[in-house]
């Protein structure tokens, strides 16, 4: 079992920055790729952002290409995402989740874990 924890959620303005934080626990987190993904009122969940287990490869979604930055820290069993130039589009509950897979795969169904979320809201 893996347990993941978000944070750094808020009520930010349009143009504003806002970093997220995923920590895990219970498996040894390098052997784990990681993602993020988000979920808007009365939408379907959406691929957001996704590292590999050593954090060499990254994958964006089209729309927070340029914007959004996923890193992780092994040694800290933590993943971010530092979420720059934020629009009220971005406005979702972010989840964080891991992948026994060890790619950075954009597929829902190829992750295993996820947490509860974090909301971000971004006003106009």
């Known amino acids: 079992q893996v347990q993941l924890v978000e944070s750094g959620g808020g009520l930010v303005q349009a143009g504003d920055s806002l970093r997220l934080s995923c920590a895990a626990s219970?498996?040894?987190?390098?052997?784990?790729?990681m993602g993020w993904f988000r979920q808007a009122p009365g939408k379907e969940r959406e691929f957001v952002a996704a590292i590999s287990r050593s954090g060499i490869s990254t994958n964006y979604a089209d729309s927070v290409k340029g914007r959004f930055s996923m890193s992780r820290d092994n040694a800290k069993n933590t993943v971010y995402l530092q979420m720059n130039s934020l629009k009220p589009e971005d406005t979702a509950v972010y989840y964080c989740?891991?992948?026994?897979?060890?790619?950075?795969?954009?597929?829902?169904?190829?992750?295993?874990?996820w947490g509860q979320g974090t909301q971000v809201t971004v006003s106009s």
């Open positions: 219970g498996r040894t987190f390098s052997s784990l790729s």
């Open positions: 989740a891991a992948s026994l897979f060890g790619r950075a795969t954009m597929w829902r169904h190829e992750y295993d874990y």
